[in-house]
């Protein structure tokens, strides 16, 4: 502990949430845990388990049989947060090999299954130059593969990057298009190949729709039923029966097909578009204003 400020140093206050991030998620904690996850000493493993103690002892025993610390049955997080979103994201970035799983503070887990995608594959040499662009506010050229009807072929244009967005499939590019001199999203997987990086060509303040938010009200579709409809308010987290999101207009159309809410009120199975748009005529008036 530094004295002067009475706070506990970084790396010792890490291993101390370590040391409760176990207790909650896995049920126990010991020694070698923070030994082998650190690299410290079986001492200062020790030490580090006293520490917790001082600070929080309702929350930790010892199980003499099991030979490990155990939560209490009054136990309550003091150091840390749980967030179940972002242990199931773990989870996933384990399963698809994203991350490794000594690279989380993970001891066991279950069998996760996740539905593959074919992959949007984005190679270093290609992102590196674009991210340069985007620190340095320059322009760069790209030779990029429209799926316009008039440009069936790979072209060279210049863009003026600022912005990255992803729809949890893809990633693209939020940038100025030199060419048909408008901002526009631009995928950075149909990016062949990459030229010289020169001054920008326009102001990303000018990007109105990338800056600008719209507030998308969802609710359970009309057409379920009554318990049917209380059960997608608890999965959205709703509150008096909607929930609001806050939506880059630039995004707009991404989350418009992720959640399938261009189908919501004419699908004839409700259950297949559980939620849908309250505010429907403002939201399909933004949508034809932003161009993708």
Known sequence: MDISTGKLRWGTEQRLEFIEFRLFWDGSVNRSDIADRFGVSAPQASNDLAQYRERAPDNIEYDASAKRFVPTSTFRPRLMKPNAERYLAQMRAISENVIAQNDTWFADLPEVGVVPVPERRVEPEMLKPLLK???????????????????????????????????????????????????????????????????????????????????????????????????????????????????RRAMLYYLDKRLRLDIGQEQDRPKETPIVVANRKEYEAVLKKVKY
């Not at 009807?149 to 060279?156: L, S, V």
């Open 133 to 247: 662009a985007v620190r340095e506010q320059r322009s760069i050229e790209v030779e990029y593969q429209s799926l316009s009807e008039d440009r069936p072929a790979p072209t060279w244009r210049g863009i003026t990057p600022h912005a990255f967005g992803t729809d949890g499939l893809r990633w693209h590019m939020r940038a100025y298009c030199h060419l048909q001199r408008e901002w526009k999203d631009f995928l950075i997987s149909r990016c062949s190949k990459i030229g010289r990086m020169a001054e920008p060509g326009a102001d990303p303040a000018g990007d109105e729709n990338w800056w600008n938010y719209f507030a998308v009200v969802l609710i359970p579709n009309p057409k379920l039923s009554k318990a049917q409809r209380q059960a997608i308010e608890r999965d959205y987290g709703m509150k008096d029966g909607r929930c609001e999101l806050r939506v």
